[in-house]
Antibody, heavy 122, light 110 residues
Framework: EVQLLESGGGLVQPGGSLRLSCAAS????????VSWVRQAPGKGLEWVSG????????YYADSVKGRFTISRDNSKNTLYVQMNSLRAEDTAVYYC???????????????WGQGTLVTVSS | QSVLTQPTSVSAAPGQKVTISCSGS????????VSWYQQLPGTAPKLLIY???KRPSGIPDRFSGSKSGTSATLAITGLQTGDEADYYC???????????FGGGTQLTVL
């Protein structure tokens, strides 16, 4: 059974940093791209960042470029996102989502985690 | 303002059919596969359709997807009260090099 389990969310002050993790199981992690997708309270889905199966390619939304860094450790079946210079508008539930292919330049996220809430507030 | 345009809401009676449109451009829908997601209240999104018209295992054939030019459509037949949810389309945008989602459509089954 495929499972994705996010952790690391919480309350952080504006300008602060946070690292989210997503532990994957039930599939060959290195064979698939994974992404972070967020959803602000009462709002729609916003894709944040994606990484290919072999970490060779990463992509970022303009809203987080230069502040967030996506990475993965295939030996630990874990996806990460390091979030720096956090702003109030980064407040959201962050989901990790598994792609259907190794390449990140596509959609079709077939499994999602339960999400972890990040709140940026003073 | 989302790159992909969806109606804010749609509604229909139980047993009826509803369609949800998703409009984009040549840099996204026009040249890339479209996927559709269902999000029930308080839960994570669930993949309904991928590669324009393919259903993952376990998704009933009441859900179908199609694409024509720079637009895509999700159709749901035999509506059930359990289908009340938010629905999102998504695709890759080759010009922006990002995944883009529609703003979401709230389905009400009257």
């Amino acid at each position: 059974e495929v499972q994705l389990l996010e952790s690391g969310g919480g309350l952080v002050q504006p300008g602060g940093s946070l690292r989210l993790s997503c532990a994957a199981s039930g599939f060959t992690f290195s064979n698939y791209a994974v992404s972070w997708v967020r959803q602000a309270p009462g709002k729609g889905l916003e894709w944040v960042s994606g990484i290919s199966g072999n970490s060779g390619t990463t992509y970022y939304a303009d809203s987080v470029k230069g502040r967030f860094t996506i990475s993965r450790d295939n030996s630990k079946n874990t996806l990460y996102v390091q979030m720096n210079s956090l702003r109030a508008e980064d407040t959201a539930v962050y989901y990790c989502a598994k792609g259907r292919y190794m390449v990140a330049a596509t959609t079709g996220f077939d499994y999602w985690g339960q999400g972890t809430l990040v709140t940026v507030s003073s | 303002q989302s790159v992909l345009t969806q109606p804010t809401s749609v509604s229909a009676a139980p047993g009826q059919k509803v369609t949800i449109s998703c409009s984009g451009s040549s840099s996204n829908i026009g040249n890339n596969y479209v996927s559709w997601y269902q999000q029930l209240p308080g839960t994570a999104p669930k993949l309904l359709i991928y590669d324009n018209n393919k259903r993952p295992s376990g998704i009933p054939d009441r859900f179908s997807g199609s694409k024509s030019g720079t637009s895509a459509t999700l159709a749901i037949t035999g509506l059930q009260t359990g289908d009340e949810a938010d629905y999102y389309c998504g695709t890759w945008d080759s010009s922006l090099s990002v995944v883009v989602f529609g703003g979401g459509t709230q389905l009400t089954v009257l």
